[in-house]
T-cell receptor
Framework: GAGVSQSPRYKVAKRGQDVALRCDPI?????LFWYQQALGQGPEFLTY????????KSGLPSDRFFAERPEGSVSTLKIQRTQQEDSAVYLC?????????????????FGPGTRLLVL | SQELEQSPQSLIVQEGKNLTINCTSS?????LYWYKQKYGEGLIFLMM?????EEKSHEKITAKLDEKKQQSSLHITASQPSHAGIYLC?????????????FGQGTRLTINP
């Protein structure tokens, strides 16, 4: 596709429910990122993949958060036993380059986000 | 860890007026990105700056990175309603490779007709 797509766009979950958020990056993009954006704040990094390898998961807030990208393309962010503080917009971004490059290939292109509301 | 502070947090200007948004970093910037976000949408890439003193323009938007690479400004000339939204600066905290971005809190821009 032309850009990064995410689904669902909106998700309402009851506290304790598990959710799965999907990201389809731009075709051919090596790197994939997940960010969490609370209301009125800038996005905060969650995790990063280069192809299928998860190279950095330092931003995941707890072990209830799990991300995968098994074939190096589509990625899923799973949140188990959701809590109210998980309510946020979850943004996915992809970039053409892997590590060690510079310039425009590193530019991250963002999807529209999934707005998660936990009741 | 690197922190970015944007000012002002919100801005209301009359259509046709010029405006400037600032982004200040606690550490040297190795890559500075400007994005625009509309409510309910993702981030739209505007520009990326890497070199001290660099300046880039796209249509009526100009972004600059100072010589010391710790501050960037985004200037809009003759603002239009289409410029309304949230402007975010994001920094690459590493010397090489944009493995993750650290963002400012955003500046909400409103354009009054």
């Amino acid at each position: 596709g032309a850009g990064v797509s995410q689904s669902p766009r909106y998700k309402v979950a009851k506290r304790g429910q598990d959710v799965a958020l999907r990201c389809d990056p731009i075709s051919g993009h090596v790197s994939l990122f997940w960010y969490q954006q609370a209301l009125g704040q800038g996005p905060e990094f969650l995790t990063y993949f280069q192809n299928e390898a998860q190279l950095d998961k330092s931003g995941l807030p707890s072990d209830r958060f799990f991300a995968e990208r098994p074939e190096g393309s589509v990625s899923t962010l799973k949140i188990q036993r959701t809590q109210q503080e998980d309510s946020a917009v979850y943004l996915c971004a992809s970039s053409l380059a892997g590590t060690g490059t510079s310039g425009r290939e590193e530019t991250q292109y963002f999807g529209p986000g999934t707005r998660l509301l936990v009741l | 860890s690197q922190e970015l502070e944007q000012s002002p947090q919100s801005l209301i200007v009359q259509e046709g007026k010029n405006l400037t948004i600032n982004c200040t970093s606690s550490k040297t910037l190795y890559g500075l990105y400007w994005y625009k976000q509309k409510y309910g949408e993702g981030l739209i890439f505007l520009m990326m700056l890497q070199k001290g003193g660099e300046e880039k323009s796209h249509e009526k938007i100009t972004a600059k990175l100072d010589e010391k690479k710790q501050q960037s400004s985004l200037h809009i000339t003759a603002s239009q309603p289409s410029h309304a939204g949230i402007y975010l600066c994001g920094a690459d905290p590493l010397i090489q490779g944009a493995q993750k971005l650290v963002f400012g809190q955003g500046t909400r821009l409103t354009i009054n007709p």
